[in-house]
C-alpha cells in the first residue's frame, strides 16, 4: 500500500490544503482532506475511495474529482482539484513524487 502526502498553496487567497491519500486493501485510494478553504472541506466530504486508474484516464468532464469540484468550488483556477488528482495518482503507483507549480513570470 502506498501513501502520498501533498500541499497545496492556492496562491493570492492564501488558502492551503493538505491532501493525503493512501492505497487500501481493495487497490482503491482513500483521500483525507484538511484545508484552510470551507469551499474545498465542502468538496471533500462528499470524496469516496476512488480507483487511480479510472481517476487519472477519465476526461475532466468525468473525473469524479472534477465533478465535484465543478459543485462545491467557485474559482475554477484553484489548483486544489489537480494537486488532489496528482496525489491519487502517485498513491495508486500511477505517478512518481515531483514537485509541480505554476509561476508568473514579468517581462
Do not use: Q
Not at 2 to 12: Q, R
Not at 29 to 46: A, H, Q, T, Y
Not at 89 to 100: F, S
Amino acid at each position: 500500500m502506498s501513501e502520498c502526502k501533498v500541499c497545496v498553496d492556492a496562491g493570492v487567497c492564501k488558502m492551503k490544503t493538505i491532501i493525503t491519500a493512501k492505497e487500501n486493501d481493495m487497490g482503491l485510494v482513500e483521500l483525507d482532506i484538511k484545508s484552510d478553504c470551507p469551499n474545498v472541506l465542502r468538496m471533500s466530504w462528499k470524496l469516496e475511495p476512488l480507483s487511480p486508474y479510472a481517476e487519472v484516464e477519465a476526461e475532466f468532464h468525468k473525473s469524479e474529482i472534477y465533478k465535484l469540484a465543478n459543485d462545491a468550488i467557485p474559482h475554477t483556477a484553484c489548483p486544489v482539484p489537480s494537486g488532489i488528482v496528482k496525489a491519487l495518482e502517485v498513491a495508486g503507483g500511477l505517478g512518481l513524487k515531483r514537485d509541480c507549480s505554476i509561476t508568473f513570470i514579468d517581462e
